[in-house]
């Protein structure tokens, strides 16, 4: 079982950044991946970004890359995503979620484990 915790939500202003967080416990394995989603008002849930908990490879999804770096932290069990020159359209409940299994990283199905979501909100 994987357990995780979102944190670092809010409401900024469009061109601002925030830092989200993803904290979780329980077993973890090399083959660990660490995906975020997100879901905008009326919209369906979206791929955003994951990271291999091995080897810290990065993905985004073209709406965010150049704008959006995801990160880990091996000692406090923590991936991070760091969220730079956001856009209103960005504005979304923002979710961790891991798998440990294969399929694709950008297929929410694929992932068992998810969090609570956090909630980002970006003013024009």
């Known amino acids: 079982q994987v357990q995780l915790v979102e944190s670092g939500g809010g409401l900024v202003q469009a061109g601002g950044s925030l830092r989200l967080s993803c904290a979780f416990s329980?077993?973890?394995?090399?083959?660990?991946?660490v995906g975020w989603f997100r879901r905008a008002p009326g919209k369906e849930r979206e791929y955003v970004a994951a990271i291999t908990w091995g080897g810290g490879t990065t993905y985004y999804s073209d709406s965010v890359k150049g704008r959006f770096t995801s990160s880990r932290d091996n000692v406090k069990n923590t991936v991070l995503l760091q969220m730079n020159s956001l856009k209103p359209e960005d504005t979304a409940v923002y979710y961790c979620?891991?798998?440990?299994?294969?399929?694709?990283?950008?297929?929410?199905?694929?992932?068992?484990?998810w969090g609570q979501g956090t909630q980002v909100t970006v003013s024009s």
């Open positions: 329980g077993r973890t394995f090399s083959t660990l991946v």
């Open positions: 979620a891991a798998k440990t299994g294969g399929g694709f990283f950008q297929n929410l199905g694929n992932y068992p484990y």
